[in-house]
């Protein structure tokens, strides 16, 4: 499965979006986007994953280019609660995941 | 609905003695996987099932570990004369399978384990 690349951390303001990159630059044609998210002493929490186009849910949206080598993920509200480690995972078939070390997200009031 | 659980939810054994991890996946789910996370580390994947076979052992550390699964429902990892490398939190995850692809994995809370 091919490997990503994630910012270690970022900030944001609560009620503002966080736009969250991850680069991809390996991936191959059937090969899915993944995101998961852990909070604090908690099991990962599935958030969303797509192949080519664009997805939304009513947790985020998620942004995949066109060349299909990086991808955003975008939580539109951010709230205090959504403090986390974000990872995003490729992987062909969705069993084995890599999970990296991801991006620590701070919510800000 | 019921989620995912697991138990005991914290285990504190002393160097040596054999650990036994318990795992009760979403009924339903065909696939179960096993996963551990090092304190301050990213979730090392160890073992995935698909019913009652296993067929990615890749990430077993050691042959102390070792896992299965039984009425391709209920899991159990063990890990035998345990060290202090093993203290770890263990994570279980399940999906459902649909055409070859596995679906989104829900995680359980896992298990504490602290080997003294």
């Known amino acids: 499965d091919a490997k990503t690349t994630q910012p270690p951390s970022m900030d944001c303001a609560e009620g503002r979006a966080a736009n969250l990159p991850c680069n991809h630059s390996?991936?191959?044609?059937?090969?899915?986007v993944y995101w998961y998210r852990q909070i604090h002493s908690q099991g990962p929490q599935y958030i969303i994953h797509?192949?080519?186009n664009n997805e939304t849910n009513e947790m985020a949206s998620l942004i995949i280019t066109e060349d299909r080598k990086s991808s955003t993920l975008i939580l539109p509200h951010a709230t205090l609660r959504d403090t986390a480690v974000y990872y995003c995972?490729?992987?062909?078939?969705?069993?084995?995941?890599?999970f990296g070390a991801g991006t620590i997200l701070r919510v800000k009031s | 609905g019921a989620g995912v659980s697991q138990s005991p939810s914290n285990k504190v054994t002393e160097k040596g003695k054999d650990v036994e991890l318990r795992c009760d996946p979403i009924?339903?789910?065909?696939?179960l996987y096993w996963y551990r996370q090092s304190l301050g580390q990213g979730l090392e994947f160890l073992i995935y099932?698909?019913?009652?076979?296993?067929?990615?052992k890749s990430g077993l550390p050691s042959d102390r570990f070792s896992a299965e699964r039984t009425g391709g429902s209920v899991s159990t990892l063990t890990i035998q004369r345990t060290q202090q490398e093993d203290s770890a939190v263990y994570l279980c995850?399940?999906?459902?399978?649909?055409?070859?692809?596995?679906?989104?994995?829900?995680f359980g809370p896992g298990t504490r384990l602290l080997v003294l």
């Open positions: 995972i490729v992987s062909r078939y969705g069993n084995k995941l890599v």
């Open positions: 390996t991936i191959s044609g059937n090969e899915y």
């Open positions: 009924s339903g789910h065909t696939a």
């Open positions: 797509g192949l080519k």
């Open positions: 099932f698909q019913g009652n076979s296993a067929p990615d």
């Open positions: 995850a399940s999906s459902t399978t649909s055409g070859g692809y596995q679906e989104t994995q829900y």
